[in-house]
């Protein structure tokens, strides 16, 4: 695949690659884009081993995916939580904040795979199948975080 | 569940436009483009190395196998034994010569090609 080829498949991808991760990221626009930008770096060195046998969009959320994961396991100690931010003066540009604070808050609280799952299946309206090919787990199991997902946020959201 | 089903149906977060987005993407693709330039540059360079020191390390002891062939050693035996002892090993093992000799030239040549490594930056 070449750079031109690959720059507009992103160009598409783009908006629901940023949304994916910054519901991974709890809202937090800056370490979302970051990690994005990592994801589509490390899928352009990779596009050599893009076969398409799977839509490029769900090759590209696996990376992205990964590289959260990697993010996570080597996270800094100090990074600010959602209830944190929540004290802090915020501006009518921070992503409507207001608004996705709680959801925000709830989605903290989510295991990562089951935030996952969340994401994609209500903000990127993926399919079983395309989870489970993201994700790398079987789709019962895609199932059963959904399900699991969906209980945990009823019981922290509150109307 | 159709109550949260619903609410997170309604709250699909919304992503800034960001014109600079694809920029910064295009940025540190030039930076990836540079890289790889750098390390295919690298290698063919290590592969000319390792072919040119392979074909003088053939050429060395295949050159030192004719010479112990054509001119069999006669050790200036004056003084004593030493001489006498390396001419008399050489001898029995000179078929064998190439191998240390085309050891020693590959790894000389792995080594100075390895000898000045240039900074990427990203």
């Known amino acids: 695949m070449n750079r031109e080829r690959f720059i507009s498949l992103?160009?598409?991808?783009?908006?629901p690659l940023r949304r994916f991760l910054l519901t991974l990221c709890d809202g937090d626009a800056a370490l979302a884009d970051d990690l994005a930008q990592d994801a589509l770096v490390r899928a352009y060195v990779a596009s050599g081993s893009f076969l398409g046998l799977s839509k490029f969009s769900t090759w590209l959320f696996r990376i992205a995916y990964n590289c959260y994961i990697d993010h996570c396991r080597k996270a800094r100690p100090d990074r600010t939580s959602v209830e944190d931010a929540i004290a802090l003066p915020s501006d009518d540009a921070s992503d409507a904040s207001f608004r996705y604070q709680q959801l925000y808050q709830a989605l903290e609280r989510l295991p990562q795979k089951e935030k996952a799952a969340i994401a994609l299946?209500?903000?990127?309206?993926?399919?079983?199948?395309?989870?489970?090919?993201i994700l790398g787990i079987p789709?019962?199991?895609?199932?059963?975080?959904?399900?699991?997902?969906?209980t945990r946020l009823k019981q922290h959201i509150t109307r | 569940m159709n109550e949260i089903d619903k609410y997170l149906r309604e709250h699909k977060p919304?992503?800034?436009?960001?014109?600079?987005?694809?920029?910064?993407t295009n940025r540190r693709l030039d930076a990836v483009e540079g890289i790889k330039a750098e390390v295919d540059c690298e290698r063919s360079r290590g592969r000319v190395a390792l072919i040119?020191?392979?074909?003088?390390?053939?050429?060395?002891?295949?050159?030192?196998?004719?010479?112990?062939y054509l001119y069999p050693v006669h050790s200036i035996s004056a003084d004593?034994?030493?001489?006498?002892?390396?001419?008399?090993?050489?001898?029995?093992?000179?078929q064998y010569l190439i191998f240390p000799v085309a050891a020693l030239a590959i790894t000389l040549g792995l080594v100075l090609s390895r000898d000045r490594?240039?900074?990427?930056?990203l």
């Open chain 1, 10 to 15: 992103v160009r598409a991808e783009q908006e």
């Open chain 1, 121 to 133: 299946f209500y903000f990127e309206d993926r399919s079983i199948q395309e989870i489970s090919a």
């Open chain 1, 139 to 150: 789709s019962g199991t895609v199932k059963y975080h959904l399900s699991q997902g969906r």
């Open chain 2, 14 to 24: 919304a992503v800034k436009e960001d014109p600079t987005f694809l920029l910064e």
């Open chain 2, 52 to 68: 040119i020191a392979l074909a003088a390390g053939l050429a060395a002891g295949v050159l030192l196998t004719l010479l112990l």
């Open chain 2, 80 to 94: 004593g034994r030493f001489l006498e002892h390396t001419r008399l090993l050489l001898d029995s093992w000179k």
């Open chain 2, 117 to 121: 490594r240039k900074t990427v930056h």
